[in-house]
């Protein structure tokens, strides 16, 4: 036989429905439960008709007509006629004001969600068996999915009170009973009426802050954390409220304090892993690593705590650490691994190990992640001469992911445009943009293959009708105004474009770039050199060193050029527009 359950499950099971909290089999108030049936409309779970109860338990008073009712009832519940049963167990318990048929009548009528008939059937049998634990738990239930919370109080401080060894979760399961309850601050009132006589115990306080937090009282709230933490100084749960509450007005409060915590009780994990996210999202990343490396030395197989060190790493650039952390987040038990194995993949991709990359990307099955794994891995496959392999994975993906076709269509076209097969890049945009012709990310990619094809005037409609669909779109106005740049065409134009886009992007390192080619272009060479340099300087792209060489050489400063052009190269050999700069000025 099961524990008693307590009455935050039972009002908590309540909140997905009434039949759930009816549960068949389950032990209440120490005795076994009859089966019951589950599901609404008289079906099971599987779709198939429910079964009907087994022969109920009645008391004295057992007569033909009501076992004809009562068979009545569960023939039409078999049926899938739930309202018909419903009502006719509903006038049965009210006429014959039998426990048993009163609470089998409450399940019928919840499996026909009529609450209302729940309700009345739960008052009558707490006006019959006024000392029944199960009926209270029902009518509070059921008042609570209601929303009728005048009168609840009292019920609820009645069950608390007699279930004292229960009583501190009872308390902090409140909140989630009544969750979904739309009125937080009618909530709020309703907690601390029920919590009033509790006020000896943290539990209580601690509900009390998070009722206030939700309801938009959040000085009543950090008050009512506090004094939970001042009734138990060392309770992890009541200072993390505490933290979120200061945060809300000031970040540096709510680490100051959570530091303090820490400090006073070294062992705090919960507490210690909130400081270190706070101080990430602060941007305070080498204070958020001492606390991380302080977690990871005294729970080294804590997914949580393995997880955020592998990320903070790979925000500080520090590879050999994300991957030894991520390899070993892979051997823990977690239910999904995808993110990880994306993120090692990535790191064996850029630390230019295609093959091991492939076979993580591999492993990424679920979530956000499977199609950037397909993209990144047709990447590699590309750049390994298996053209046609990378187009299948693309193609494979866009079958099983619909929804991401564009996506995966543009990732194909650009194994094709860096194999140079520019026109069947271009064919294969275009024949989807005849499908959907205002398609943005359609419309810009194969502007681009336009521009490489020479076909200026497909170039310019597509992107022009993009920034007529998208007027702050600035990669629009830059693609545009550097294509007239590049090949030094209407330049007053091409920087009235850039302009724009660098007033709706000012740090774009590409915009900044193409905002230095124009100047270049019209004669402005120092002007074009300084904007180039913060460009290079934001991104290392080998574009970017190519322009930063050619300007550094018409202004006659020949071995910074070939500097510049000559480490870019090292960096990016293939690049064709470096290795032109590099040909015409470094050698």
Request: proline residues 6%.
């Amino acid at each position: 036989m099961k524990s008693k359950k307590s009455i935050v499950l039972c009002a908590t099971l309540a909140l997905a429905g009434v039949v759930p909290v009816f549960a068949a089999g389950e032990a209440v108030d120490g005795r076994p439960r009859k089966p019951v049936a589950r599901e609404a409309a008289g079906q099971g779970a599987s779709g198939a008709p429910a079964r009907a109860a087994d022969p109920l338990p009645l008391g004295r008073g057992l007569t033909a007509q009501i076992v004809y009712q009562v068979l009545l009832a569960e023939v039409a519940l078999q049926r899938g006629r739930g309202d018909f049963a419903s009502q006719a167990y509903t006038d049965l318990a009210l006429r014959t004001r039998d426990p048993a048929l009163l609470e089998r009548a409450i399940e019928v009528a919840g499996i026909a969600r009529r609450l209302d008939l729940v309700l009345e059937l739960a008052r009558q049998w707490i006006q019959v068996e006024p000392d029944s634990k199960r009926a209270q738990q029902v009518l509070a239930g059921v008042m609570i999915m209601s929303n009728q919370f005048d009168g609840l109080a009292p019920q609820l401080i009645s069950m608390l009170e007699a279930d004292r060894p229960a009583l501190p979760g009872n308390l902090l399961g409140l909140n989630r009973m009544l969750a979904r309850s739309p009125d937080r601050q009618a909530v709020y009132q309703l907690i601390s009426r029920v919590c009033a006589p509790f006020l000896d115990l943290p539990e209580a306080h601690y509900a009390l802050a998070v009722a206030a937090s939700s309801a938009g009282e959040n000085e009543r709230a950090l008050a009512a954390a506090r004094k939970a933490n001042e009734l138990r100084p060392d309770w992890e749960p009541a200072v993390l409220v505490e933290a979120e509450l200061l945060a809300r007005r000031s970040p540096a409060e709510a680490i100051a304090r959570l530091q303090a915590f820490v400090d006073a009780y070294p062992m705090a994990r919960d507490v210690r892993l909130f400081l270190a996210r706070a101080l990430v999202g602060e941007k305070r990343y080498a204070d958020a690593k001492r606390q991380f490396e302080r977690l990871l030395i005294a729970y080294p197989n804590n997914p949580d705590v393995v997880f955020p060190v592998a990320v903070l790493a790979l925000q500080e650039d520090d590879r050999v650490l994300a991957e030894a952390q991520l390899k070993h987040l892979v051997t823990l038990d977690i239910p999904d691994k995808s993110t990880a194995y994306y993120y090692l993949g990535q790191l064996a991709q850029d630390g230019k190990r295609p093959d091991e990359a492939l076979s993580h990307f591999r492993q990424v099955r679920t979530g956000e992640h499977v199609v950037p794994s397909v993209v990144r891995s047709a990447a590699i496959l590309s750049s390994q001469g298996k053209i046609d392999e990378a187009r299948r994975l693309l193609q494979d993906a866009a079958s099983a992911n619909p929804q991401q076709r564009v996506r995966l269509l543009i990732a194909e076209a650009a194994v094709l445009r860096e194999d140079k097969h520019y026109a069947a890049a271009l064919e294969l945009l275009d024949n989807e943009l005849a499908a959907q012709p205002d398609e943005p990310d359609l419309l810009y990619e194969s502007a681009l293959l336009a521009e490489k094809l020479d076909r200026l005037e497909l170039m310019e409609s597509r992107l022009r009708k993009l920034i007529e669909l998208q007027p702050e779109n600035a990669q629009a106005y830059n693609a545009l105004g550097y294509s007239y740049a590049e090949r030094n065409l209407r330049l007053p134009e091409a920087r009235q474009l850039i302009e724009k886009a660098l007033q709706l992007a000012p740090d774009d390192p590409f915009i900044l770039d193409s905002m230095g080619w124009v100047l270049y272009r019209q004669g402005d060479h120092a002007s074009a050199l300084t904007l180039l340099l913060k460009a290079y300087g934001q991104r290392s792209d080998p574009e970017i060193a190519a322009h930063v060489g050619e300007v550094l050489w018409t202004l006659g400063r020949y071995d910074e050029a070939r500097r510049t052009l000559r480490e870019a190269q090292t960096k990016h050999p293939g690049n064709d527009v470096l290795s032109e700069a590099v040909r015409k000025f470094a050698q």
